[in-house]
């Protein structure tokens, strides 16, 4: 019962609600599969084994409900890591107790799991009656992430010490942040090895598929219903890998995540609506234009992405923006060390180092320091003010990070020692970020060769598939003789063939597209680069692969 007990699930609501409940189903719906339905069933073959081991599958996951709970809490605790403790260092600065730090880290929704445990110790403290240090043995026991646990027990052995709380915290700054690289380049490593599996699954499929196009003409199975089967192949794979991505890339986005709508995301809505019209537009004037009045015709793959090409305008907009917000996150750790220690110097005045500061370069990210300070002068409102600082850098790092400064002075803490906490950390991320896109690069050009391998073992076997079928259909031989070992297909199920696999060609490019974005957590619109640029090399290699299968079944001379 330890993945029970370290999920955070009741265990006595966990066996009466769902495993008794998951095991009963799965013996009732195994009952009327094998004494029922199961004669039925015999029909669809091998697939019939998929329903009959529905029974085991949901007695599986009623038992392993606790542990998916258990991963999902980690995931959320060592995702957040980073930015739960640089704030504790930074609050531990300030002149606020040890039970109103955790009160404050509690109400932060964004930590997640995070807050939930810390809210778990506040409780101890509060309500129980416990110590800090006693609460954080409690809690370490149960917390289903071994770095957190770690964590716990040090800050209590700390505290029974009598080591002074904001001591440990700097400190731990360094061990925390270490523990946290590890997991996060542990990380990027798995993606590595991902990558190999990745494109072996691929062209395994993409070689199974090659056989199947051409298998019909042997053996008389129908072409439909086996392109259909390496299109749901194909699709499904895919499907699952981006899933599996999503669930075990690093969560760190680069973009703010805070609901509020900018100017910078008003004018990418509006980019993309007006790529969307461009490609309405430039699909209306080849289909009812160029093609019935210039007798301008493209093969299908060059028309659609002749059509999707207008993608590109919202994409770049998307890819610029983010390059800028990279640029930004480069210059923030010595924009915050640098007013930290101008606003120490000053005796905390924050207001009269900014003027300061706005006067000295810090790249793209000057322009919204200037505004920052052009708010704060107005004496209006000090933190509305840094969150629209946030905002206008689109930064989800800068608007984590200032937000701690901010509240880490308002506070009464040395602004010198906080913004060192925090550009020591910042830096730290944007050195683990640089590895990720480094990693990012090498699975972009995976992808383009995924598709081109993809495409060309596709439509070769297609090719050849169609060679057969025409060669069949030529022969002037009663068809009674040999129908029994000559097997064909009408042209027009052939070009239904054609469209299919293109078709799960698009689901490919597109489904690549979005893991890139997923592996390097940029905008998902940025996506549509690599998806307009994946759909161009697909529609080239098409095209290539059509002339050459028909240049080698053409007859000499």
Same mark, same amino acid.
């Given at each position: ?9 009741? %265990? ?26 199961? %004669? ?25 409900? %606790? ?11 060592? !995702? !957040? ?12 600065? @300030? ?33 129980? *009656? ?41 400190? $731990? ?26 494109? @072996? ?8 598929? @090659? ?108 890819? !610029? ?9 480069? =210059?923030?750790?010595? #924009? ?10 000053? *005796? *905390? ?31 209006? =409102? ?6 629209? #600082? ?28 906080? *913004?060192?906490?925090?550009?020591? !950390?910042?830096?730290?991320? =944007? ?7 480094? @990693? ?49 297909? %009408? ?54 692969? $059509? ?11």
């Amino acid at each position: 019962m330890e993945f029970v007990e370290r999920s955070g699930i009741n %265990p006595e609501i966990y066996i009466r609600k769902i495993l008794l409940p998951s095991i009963t189903a799965s013996a009732i719906i195994a009952i009327l599969i094998y004494l029922i339905i199961i %004669p039925r069933l015999l029909f669809l073959g091998p697939f019939a084994y998929a329903i009959i081991f529905v029974p085991f599958f949901i007695a599986v996951a009623g038992i392993l409900y %606790p542990k998916i709970v258990a991963d999902r809490k980690k995931q959320e605790i060592e !995702n !957040n890591l980073h930015y739960y403790i640089t704030h504790l260092g930074v609050l531990s600065l @300030s002149e606020v107790d040890r039970k109103a730090v955790m009160k404050i880290i509690s109400e932060r929704k964004e930590y997640k799991a995070l807050a939930r445990e810390t809210e778990k110790i506040f409780v101890i403290i509060d309500k129980w *009656g416990r110590s800090l240090a006693q609460a954080c043995r409690f809690l370490s026991k149960r917390t289903p992430s071994g770095i957190f646990a770690d964590f716990l027990d040090r800050f209590a052995h700390s505290l029974d010490s009598g080591e002074d709380m904001d001591e440990f915290l700097k400190k $731990e700054q360094e061990v925390v942040m270490n523990d946290f690289a590890t997991m996060y380049r542990g990380k990027i490593y798995d993606m590595d090895v991902f990558k190999e599996i990745y494109t @072996s699954i691929i062209l395994s499929i993409a070689f199974f598929a @090659s056989f199947a196009i051409i298998i019909p003409f042997i053996t008389g199975e129908s072409l439909k219903t086996l392109s259909f089967l390496i299109v749901f192949v194909l699709i499904s794979t895919e499907i699952a890998i981006v899933y599996f991505m999503k669930n075990k890339v690093p969560e760190d986005t680069i973009w703010h995540t805070m609901d509020v709508i900018t100017e910078t995301d008003k004018m990418l809505i509006k980019k993309f609506l007006i790529s969307i019209g461009g490609c309405a537009a430039t699909g209306l004037a080849y289909y009812f234009l160029l093609l019935p009045v210039l007798n301008f015709s493209l093969p299908l793959p060059f028309a659609v992405s002749l059509s999707i090409t207008p993608l590109l305008y919202a994409g770049m907009a998307v890819r !610029n923006e983010e390059e800028k917000i990279k640029r930004k996150d480069a =210059n923030f750790p010595g #924009f915050i060390r640098s007013l930290g220690g101008s606003a120490s110097a000053r *005796g *905390g005045q924050i207001l009269e180092s900014l003027k300061y500061l706005t006067a000295h370069d810090f790249g793209p990210l000057t322009d919204d320091i200037r505004k920052l300070y052009r708010r704060l002068i107005t004496r209006l =409102n000090n933190e509305q003010a840094w969150k629209m #600082f946030a905002l206008d850098t689109g930064s989800n790092l800068i608007s984590r990070f200032s937000d701690m400064f901010v509240e880490a002075i308002k506070l009464g803490a040395e602004p010198k020692d906080a *913004g060192d906490i925090i550009a020591n !950390n910042f830096s730290r991320m =944007n050195e683990l970020r640089t590895q990720r896109f480094q @990693s990012t690069s090498s699975y972009i050009g995976i992808s383009y060769g995924m598709v081109v391998g993809v495409a060309f073992a596709l439509f070769i076997s297609f090719g050849i598939a169609r060679g057969i079928n025409d060669m069949y259909l030529s022969i002037n031989v009663s068809a009674e003789f040999v129908k029994d070992i000559i097997y064909t297909t %009408p042209p027009e199920n052939l070009e239904w063939v054609f469209n299919l696999i293109y078709f799960s060609l698009v689901m490919h490019s597109a489904l690549s597209s979005i893991s890139i974005r997923i592996m390097d957590g940029g905008h998902l619109l940025n996506s549509l680069n690599h998806f307009v640029g994946m759909m161009w090399v697909t529609a080239v290699v098409v095209h290539l692969g $059509e002339k050459t299968i028909m240049g080698m079944l053409s007859p000499a001379g």
